[in-house]
Structures are given as structure tokens and as C-alpha cells.
């Protein structure tokens, strides 16, 4: 019996050599979670020289290494001058650990940043570098400083009336507000083609809309008119109208 508990105990250590060699090459590819976000909520309303919350829980089923929190704006977009602020952007990284933790952050809003509709994005990586799935929240932030935002009146076209293709569409008008205007874009669609595009810088605290659009080529039938105002932090006005062309 003697004669086999030699090459038995060398089976046995062959194995166990073969089991931590498995362990040791077991790779983590799960990514991992950002399981809720309590704050912000959907479409928030948050105001300059305050601050934005951001709680949320994440998880790994390892061991977690950090969260990203990107502010930016939703609109894509920088008009006229904005002499009362910018568009805001940030980025927070917060250092995590363990399998599940969760986090707080509070986020200055500066007191000069633009109104407007602003995207925050949650991302966490793990101690593999897996990334989870972006969590997103819309919000809307007001600048304290100004909250009023501009008119548009159109006194030309009527809405519902028609013109002749060929002729110029004369759109007349006023737009005003209580400080000081940024921009006024006037666009026309044929249902989702875009026809005619016109920005206009402004930085008076009124305009005086006098715009002649050539129809030159334009096919019978109905055109939408979109004009959109903002005034120096990005507060905005819009007025859509329908007209036919005959």
C-alpha cells in the first residue's frame, strides 16, 4: 500500500497548485452599477449661487474605484455674446471603495452661469476598469440674477395666412426684454426641412423685427415660421406659426 501514497499526494498536490493558478487568472468583466440616483431628480429647477445634490448608491461585485459627475450643458449651443454669464461645465471624480457605497456631493453652481437646460451624468468604474452604464438626469438652472425672459410679438404674417411662392415673406415684429437681448433665430420649416435659417445677434434691450425671406423654389403647402429670443444668461422665448404657400 506504501507504493502509492507518493504519486496519490503528488495528484493531490497538482490539483490544488491547478486551483490557485484558476483563481489567480479569473478576470473580473462585470461592470458596475449605479443602482439609484435620489438627487437630482428629472427636470429639476435649480438656481445660481445655490448648490446641485447628487446622492446616489453604486455596487460592484468586486470592488469599486470611482464615480464620475459631468455637468454640461443640454443645448449645445453658445448665443450672442452672454455678457451676464456663460454655459456651465464641470467635472467631479470621487474615489470609492468596497462593493457597495453610497455617495453625496454638493456642487456649486456659480452665481454667472447661464440659464438653461443642463445634462448631469453619472458614470463608475470599478477596480478592473469596467465602466457601468451612464446615468443621466436633466436639469434646469435659472440665473438668480435675472429670471425674466424676453417677448416676442409678431405682427406679420398672420398665423394661418398664406403668400405666394416667389415673393419675399416679410416677418415684422418686436422683441424686448428687461435688460439686455443676446439672440433671435428665425427659422422656417417645410415640415422637417429646414428652409430658410437666420441668427441675428442683438444687445439692446429691444429689436425690431423687419426680416424679408426669399420663397424662390419653395413648393406648395404648409410651413411652420419658429422664431426663438435669449437674452444675456440664456433665458429664451419662442413663438411657432404656421403659414401656407400657395
Not at 448648490?51 to 468586486?62: R, Y
Not at 471603495?97 to 454667472?112: L, N, R, V, W, Y
Request: net charge negative.
Amino acid at each position: 500500500m506504501k507504493k502509492y501514497i507518493l504519486p496519490l499526494l503528488s495528484v493531490t498536490l497538482l490539483f490544488s497548485v491547478s486551483l490557485t493558478s484558476c483563481k489567480k487568472d479569473e478576470v473580473d468583466n462585470t461592470a458596475p452599477i449605479i443602482a439609484s440616483v435620489s438627487e437630482p431628480l428629472e427636470n429639476d429647477t435649480l438656481f445660481t449661487g445655490n448648490e446641485l445634490h447628487v446622492d446616489a448608491v453604486v455596487t460592484d461585485d468586486v470592488e469599486l474605484s470611482q464615480i464620475k459627475i459631468d455637468v454640461h450643458s443640454a443645448e449645445g449651443h453658445s448665443h450672442g455674446k452672454i455678457a451676464a454669464g456663460s454655459l456651465w461645465e464641470t467635472i467631479v471624480i470621487m474615489n470609492l471603495s468596497g462593493k457597495s457605497q453610497t455617495i453625496h456631493k454638493d456642487i456649486e453652481i456659480p452665481a454667472d452661469v447661464a440659464a438653461g437646460k443642463y445634462h448631469v451624468i453619472l458614470t463608475a468604474v470599478d477596480k478592473a476598469g469596467n465602466s457601468s452604464e451612464i446615468t443621466e438626469r436633466d436639469i434646469i438652472i435659472r440665473n438668480s440674477s435675472d429670471l425674466v425672459a424676453p417677448v416676442i410679438t409678431v405682427t406679420s404674417p398672420a398665423a394661418g395666412s398664406s403668400i405666394t411662392a416667389g415673393n419675399d415673406l416679410l416677418i415684422t415684429g418686436e422683441v424686448v426684454d428687461n435688460l439686455a437681448l443676446s439672440a433671435l433665430e428665425i427659422k422656417v420649416y417645410r415640415g422637417t426641412t429646414l428652409v430658410s435659417d437666420n441668427d441675428i445677434d442683438l444687445a439692446a434691450a429691444t429689436y425690431t423685427i423687419n426680416q424679408a425671406i426669399s420663397t424662390v423654389g419653395w413648393t406648395p403647402g404648409a410651413y411652420t415660421i419658429e422664431l426663438v429670443a435669449y437674452d444675456d444668461v440664456l433665458n429664451v422665448a419662442d413663438i411657432d406659426m404656421e403659414i401656407t404657400v400657395n
